[in-house]
């Protein structure tokens, strides 16, 4: 139990486009979703934080006009990157929180950005 | 605010061999969690153990377990009996039980590479 997908795996678009990335968890309601960012060899850059149904709570430095949240329904929240520019390749990820199971985050595979 | 610092970027360890990888945190608060988290070149995310602060026994799964020193501020990880498959990034996480859906704080991460 406790899956949580995300699509797609890796994309490539071109600097100036915008690119969604879905995050579902497959088994359980979200009541939370958060996204991170990964740089190579680095540790997870919280991005923001997302309640369903309501605004999302970015982190101090990630432009909310960029990176915009949605987070529609119990089982799905998206990421869109917006006007894409190279510096935002990377590797970006979700988690998911059930509310309960002992305070633990279900995380999704990753999705990796390349902006060409 | 809390932070959680891993201090040793890389660590190596021959197969079938132990090895404790450290983390220790800062927080004022009284309850919380803490977890380890690894990260195998899939880069999935994937629970390792888990530790309830007010829990003073410390947690085992198989041939993980971990010395959890609550005063010392202190969350290592033991790893018996190393494997192949254990090498990976190995992320100590903090998380506040407050309110709701709290963030989970990183560290930096710890490199363990398995030599067989």
């Known amino acids: 139990g406790a899956v949580v997908s995300q699509h797609p795996s890796w994309v490539i678009c071109k600097s100036g486009t915008s690119v969604k990335i879905e995050c579902r968890s497959l088994?359980?309601?979200?009541?939370?979703m958060f996204w991170y960012r990964q740089f190579p060899k680095q540790s997870l850059m919280l991005m923001a934080t997302?309640?369903?149904?309501?605004?999302?709570?970015?982190e101090q430095g990630v432009e909310k006009d960029k990176f915009l949240i949605n987070h529609a329904s119990l089982t799905l929240s998206t990421l869109t990157v917006t006007s894409a520019h190279p510096e935002d390749s990377s590797f970006y990820i979700c988690?998911?929180?059930?509310?309960?199971?002992?305070?633990?985050?279900?995380f999704g595979p990753g999705t990796r950005l390349t902006v060409t | 605010a809390q932070t959680v610092t891993q201090s040793q970027p890389e660590m190596s360890v021959q197969e079938a061999e132990t090895v404790t990888l450290s983390c220790t945190y800062d927080?004022?608060?009284?309850?919380?969690?803490l977890f380890w988290y690894k990260q195998p070149p899939s880069r999935q995310m994937i629970l390792v153990i888990r530790?309830?602060?007010?829990?003073?026994q410390n947690a085992t799964e198989n041939r993980f377990s971990v010395n959890f020193q609550k005063a010392a501020k202190s969350f290592s990880l033991k790893i018996s009996d190393s494997q192949l498959g254990d090498a990976a990034m190995y992320f100590c996480?903090?998380?506040?039980?407050?309110?709701?859906?709290?963030?989970?704080?990183f560290g930096k991460g710890t490199k363990l590479t398995v030599n067989p």
């Open positions: 996480a903090y998380r506040s039980v407050r309110g709701g859906s709290e963030k989970l704080v």
């Open positions: 988690s998911a929180d059930t509310g309960t199971s002992g305070y633990e985050q279900y």
């Open positions: 927080t004022s608060e009284s309850d919380y969690y």
């Open positions: 997302s309640n369903e149904g309501s605004k999302a709570t970015y």
């Open positions: 088994d359980f309601q979200a009541t939370t």
């Open positions: 530790q309830e602060a007010y829990k003073q």
